[in-house]
């Protein structure tokens, strides 16, 4: 079947990194994509990663292993209005998006 | 960056009427477009595939008959749920694949829709 893990809470201190993973089982793949939602909002895109290794994007870095089904997001210099959801997703041999059922990070000053 | 917009963002409405939420792209062409419902702490939920001209394919425990998807044009599709029910209360969000360029991979999100059925 079709899996996304990843954890469901994690507290951080303003300022510090972050790393949130995200395992993934999906029939085909075609990238993995992290977005970010603050709460009554839709998510926004992060990152999109199609092949193996770290993507920088500012503070926000994202990593694929796909032998491993795995990747994780980075996230630098946390500030307070980085306090949302981090929604995993992978996309099936179908480009359809099979989501994660999100991260709460907390950020605490 | 693509945009996706949603009309209206919030409808209250009562139990028993139709509500109607539209799907835009504003500044690219979406074969596809796609409708998703999210309940309070988790994640989405697809409900159903938008492919212009074509019949929408819904998932599994979506019924098609009560929530309608219209996709007639490249830039415009329409989710209308039929005799709402308080049950129906949830966040709808559409999102449409840019393909320009073959670009099969990017979803842009719209902005969603808050639907209060009393």
């Known amino acids: 079947g079709q899996n996304i893990d990843q954890p469901t809470e994690m507290t951080a201190t303003e300022g510090a990194i972050v790393q949130i993973n995200c395992t993934y089982q999906?029939?085909?793949?075609?990238?993995l994509f992290w977005y970010q939602q603050h709460a009554g909002e839709a998510p926004t895109f992060l990152s999109y990663?199609?092949l193996d290794g770290l993507e920088e994007k500012g503070r926000f870095s994202s990593f694929l292993s796909r032998s491993k089904g795995y990747s994780y997001l980075l996230l630098k210099e946390l500030q307070m209005k980085d306090s949302a959801s981090y929604l995993c997703?992978?996309?099936?041999?179908?480009?359809?998006?099979?989501w994660g059922a999100g991260t709460k990070l907390i950020i605490k000053p | 960056g693509a945009v996706v917009s949603q009309h209206p963002s919030w409808v209250i409405c009562k139990s028993g009427t139709s509500v109607k939420i539209e799907c835009r792209s504003l500044?690219?062409?979406?074969?596809?477009m796609f409708w998703y419902r999210q309940f309070p702490k988790q994640s989405l939920m697809l409900m159903a595939t938008?492919?212009?001209?074509?019949?929408?394919?819904?998932e599994q425990g979506v019924e098609k008959d009560k929530f309608l998807i219209n996709h007639a044009s490249l830039t415009l599709s329409t989710l209308t749920v039929t005799s709402a029910h308080p049950e129906d209360s949830s966040f709808y969000i559409c999102?449409?694949?840019?393909?320009?360029?073959?670009?099969?991979?990017?979803?842009?999100f719209g902005p969603g829709t808050r639907l209060l059925v009393l």
């Open positions: 999102s449409a694949r840019d393909q320009s360029g073959g670009d099969q991979e990017t979803q842009y």
């Open positions: 500044d690219f062409q979406a074969t596809t």
């Open positions: 999906t029939s085909g793949f075609n990238g």
């Open positions: 990663n199609v």
């Open positions: 938008s492919n212009e001209g074509s019949k929408a394919t819904y």
């Open positions: 997703a992978s996309m099936d041999s179908n480009y359809q998006l099979i």
